[in-house]
């Protein structure tokens, strides 16, 4: 162990740094392969882009040097489980899709604090790049070593942080292959922090809409108040009208967790099932 700190690493109060800073990609490089076309991803929430449009950039333009190399390969198993909720999300599009299938239920499980932690990755890697943002995590209500401490699993993610899911009925899973970021900013209505304040980020995968809080909703955030977010889910459940494909979070806690059905349009038909 040693004290060096790379003043590039937005993990550098943890010490221990590398001198080399990583170029990597803050979304998941086996992600942004799957999704890519010939190297494209289109993304929303980039300053200079109005917001709800997508915009389509190159791979290697999401790409940031904000982690030293030894803090960056400490994290590449939370980049496995972005992988795997992705390839998972994948073949429930895909047997969902085939009408000439039997039906047979298929679960599958995802380790939800994992991907709450990945979803934080993303986070934290978009507000230390500057990207999907045109605000500040000023530390007014969590510092950001604090919240490096809770990426490198070294504190647990306070109550009401982490992640949401909208509860939207009329959500549909995309066929395509899509991931759409956004921070979420303080417009001094949300929350009682300070006015451009980063206190989340929006993260669509296929369409589905995940949001990562890092705001305290039982501190002095009072009018912080999420009416169509499901903390921690307890799992997904696809429903086509036929046999509902499911995928599972495990939360390895005591908690109640709510179990969400999301209908499910393929994008070849027009009829809402
Ligand atoms: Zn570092």
């Known amino acids: 162990m040693n004290s060096f700190k790379n003043q590039k690493c937005y993990a550098r109060s943890l010490k221990n740094c590398s001198p080399t800073i990583s170029r990597e990609h803050y979304i998941s490089q086996g992600i942004l392969e799957r999704i890519s076309d010939g190297n494209i991803i289109g993304v ?21 040097k904000v982690l030293c190399e030894k803090h960056n390969s400490e994290l590449s198993s939370l980049d496995n489980t972005g992988i795997k909720f992705f390839d998972t999300l994948d073949e429930i599009n ?24 990945w979803m934080l990755k993303v986070t934290l890697g978009s507000v230390a790049a500057r990207i999907a943002h045109r605000g500040e995590l000023t530390g007014t209500m969590l510092t950001m070593d604090y919240w490096v401490s809770v990426l490198f699993g070294l504190e647990s993610m306070p109550q009401g942080c982490g992640l949401y899911l ?7 899973i995309k066929i395509e292959q899509s991931i759409e970021f956004a921070a979420r900013v303080n417009d001094g209505k949300t929350t009682t922090g300070p006015i451009g ?4 980020l929006n993260i669509a995968v296929n369409g589905l809409p995940f949001f990562c809080n890092l705001a305290d909703p039982d501190g002095n955030q009072s009018q912080l108040t999420f009416p169509n977010l499901v903390y921690r889910p307890a799992g997904i459940a696809f429903d086509n009208g ?10 390895n806690d005591d908690q109640p967790h709510e179990q969400l059905t999301l209908k499910y349009l393929s994008s070849n038909t027009d009829q809402v099932i």
């Not at 304040?197 to 989340?200: I, L, P, S």
């Open 44 to 64: 929303s929430g980039i300053p200079g882009i109005p917001a709800g449009q997508m915009k389509q950039i190159g791979v290697e333009s999401l790409a940031a």
């Open 242 to 251: 036929r046999v509902p494909r499911t995928m599972q979070f495990n939360w």
């Open 166 to 172: 909208v509860r939207d009925p009329k959500i549909l």
């Open 94 to 117: 895909r047997e969902i899709s085939d009408l000439g299938q039997s039906g047979v239920g298929c679960d599958k499980t995802i380790c939800g604090l994992d991907m709450e932690r």
């Open 197 to 200: 304040e980063v206190f989340g």
